[in-house]
Antibody, heavy 124, light 107 residues
Framework: EVQLLESGGGLVQPGGSLRLSCAAS????????MNWVRQAPGKGLEWVSS????????FYADSVKGRFTISRDNSKNTLFLLMNSLRGEDTAVYYC?????????????????WGQGTLVTVSS | DIQMTQSPSSLSASVGDRVTITCRAS??????LNWYQQKPGKAPKFLIY???TLQSGLPSRFSGSGSGTDFTLTISSLQPEDFASYYC?????????FGQGTKVEIK
C-alpha cells in the first residue's frame, strides 16, 4: 500500500523558515509527479506546488512563489518543501500528494494518494 | 485562475438517499474535473477523475458527470461511511483549483 509520511511541521514565528519532508514508500517514487496541498484550519484545499518526476520542472501557487521551494531526492524517496518568509496566512495542514498515472499517461494536478499531513502554525 | 464553485455548501440527508453535488467552473475545463472525499481530521481521498471515471476499488454508488463548465457528483444511495466533505478540483490549467467543499451531514 502506498504510504506518504510528512514531517517537519511545527510552530514558527512570522518571517521564519521550516522544511517539510515527505517519505514515500511502496511505489516507484522516481516515476511520479509529487505535490504539496495545504488546508488552513476549517477551510478548503489549496494547491501549493508540484514537481516533475525527475525534479527539473516545478510549479508554484502565486501565494508562495519566491518564498517556497519544492524539491525531491529520488535516491531517498523523499519530497521536500522549504518554506521561507512565513506569514500567518501560511498556517495550515500541509499534505504531500502523489501524482496520478492512469489511462496510459501521468497527470499533473491529479492527486491519488495523500499523506496524513503535518501542521504548520505561523504565530508570534 | 479558474474559479470552482460548488453547491450546496452543505446538505443534510438520510441513509439511502440519492445525493447530488454540483460544481461549476468559471470557464470551460473540458472534462478535467476531479472529486475528492474528506472526513474530519483525515486526508482527502481520490474518488473520480476526468469527470466520470471512478477510481479503482471504489463503490459504484459514486458517479460523476458533466463537461465544459458544469459537473455533478452523485451518490446513488447514501451510506453511513459517506458522511463527509466533498471537493471538486480542476486539473485543466495552472494553478489547479478546488471548490470550497460540500459537507454532507446526517439528517
Amino acid at each position: 500500500e502506498v504510504q506518504l509520511l510528512e514531517s517537519g511541521g511545527g510552530l514558527v514565528q512570522p518571517g521564519g523558515s521550516l522544511r517539510l519532508s515527505c517519505a514515500a514508500s511502496a511505489f516507484t517514487f522516481s516515476n511520479y509527479v509529487m505535490n504539496w496541498v495545504r488546508q488552513a484550519p476549517g477551510k478548503g484545499l489549496e494547491w501549493v506546488s508540484s514537481i516533475s518526476s525527475s525534479g527539473d520542472i516545478t510549479f508554484y501557487a502565486d501565494s508562495v512563489k519566491g518564498r517556497f521551494t519544492i524539491s525531491r531526492d529520488n535516491s531517498k524517496n523523499t519530497l521536500f518543501l522549504l518554506m521561507n518568509s512565513l506569514r500567518g496566512e501560511d498556517t495550515a495542514v500541509y499534505y504531500c500528494a502523489k501524482g496520478f498515472c492512469g489511462g496510459g499517461s501521468c497527470h499533473w494536478y491529479l492527486f491519488d494518494y495523500w499523506g496524513q499531513g503535518t501542521l504548520v502554525t505561523v504565530s508570534s | 485562475d479558474i474559479q470552482m464553485t460548488q453547491s450546496p455548501s452543505s446538505l443534510s440527508a438520510s441513509v439511502g438517499d440519492r445525493v447530488t453535488i454540483t460544481c461549476r467552473a468559471s470557464q470551460s475545463i473540458s472534462r478535467s474535473l476531479n472529486w475528492y472525499q474528506q472526513k474530519p481530521g483525515k486526508a482527502p481521498k481520490f474518488l473520480i477523475y476526468a469527470a466520470s471515471t471512478l477510481q479503482s476499488g471504489l463503490p459504484s454508488r459514486f458517479s460523476g458527470s458533466g463537461s465544459g463548465t458544469d459537473f455533478t457528483l452523485t451518490i446513488s444511495s447514501l451510506q453511513p461511511e459517506d458522511f463527509a466533505s466533498y471537493y471538486c478540483q480542476q486539473s485543466y490549467s495552472t494553478p489547479p483549483t478546488f471548490g470550497q467543499g460540500t459537507k454532507v451531514e446526517i439528517k
